[in-house]
């Protein structure tokens, strides 16, 4: 499971540590942060009781992208997001996410369904999900499929266009 993000208290890695320590399948996910910020300490201390330890690293472009054609889910846990751009860049590789439906976060606009939202603060509502998603591939399969479609809508060629439409008008 993949999550990028500054290690901050509002992006909520702990949420997610918490959730995978809930998990049914805990002994069976790897965790990785792909981040930096002042919360290392705190999330290393939180991520010690997992039965995998969380990778926490600092990514390259390239070593993002790497790494997301890695993992099997993407989790915005986020409280407070005013871009998406790690979460678009996960789902553009067809990486599912489940993203927080957290009032103050811009990303949750990108669920293409209530698999990939979980109600915000809730890790136990976020194991759920994860667990739905181990338990289910066929759907997953199938969310990462209309995913990479729906990336389209934001592919750079595609917003030109639709910016020269605006201006046209």
Not at 31 to 52: A, D, M, V
Not at 143 to 166: M, T
């Amino acid at each position: 499971i993949l999550m990028v993000g500054r290690y901050s208290r509002e992006k909520r890695q702990d949420l997610l540590i918490n959730a995978i320590k809930n998990s049914q399948y805990e002994k069976n996910i790897q965790l990785i942060l792909c981040g930096k910020g002042p919360w290392r300490k705190t999330l290393e201390k939180l991520g010690r009781h997992l039965t995998n330890k969380p990778i926490m690293k600092f990514c390259s472009k390239d070593e993002l992208i790497d790494t997301i054609n890695y993992c099997d889910l993407y989790v915005h846990a986020s409280d407070a997001e005013i871009e998406a751009i790690s979460c678009m860049e996960a789902f553009t590789c067809g990486l599912v996410p489940i993203i927080s439906d957290s009032k103050i976060s811009a990303t949750n606009q990108f669920a293409l369904s209530d698999r990939n939202l979980f109600e915000c603060g809730n890790y136990l509502d976020l194991a759920h999900k994860i667990d739905y998603y181990i338990e289910h591939e066929e759907i997953k399969k199938a969310d990462s499929l209309a995913y990479i479609e729906y990336a389209k809508r934001y592919a750079i060629d595609n917003c030109v266009r639709q910016l020269e439409d605006v201006f046209q008008m």
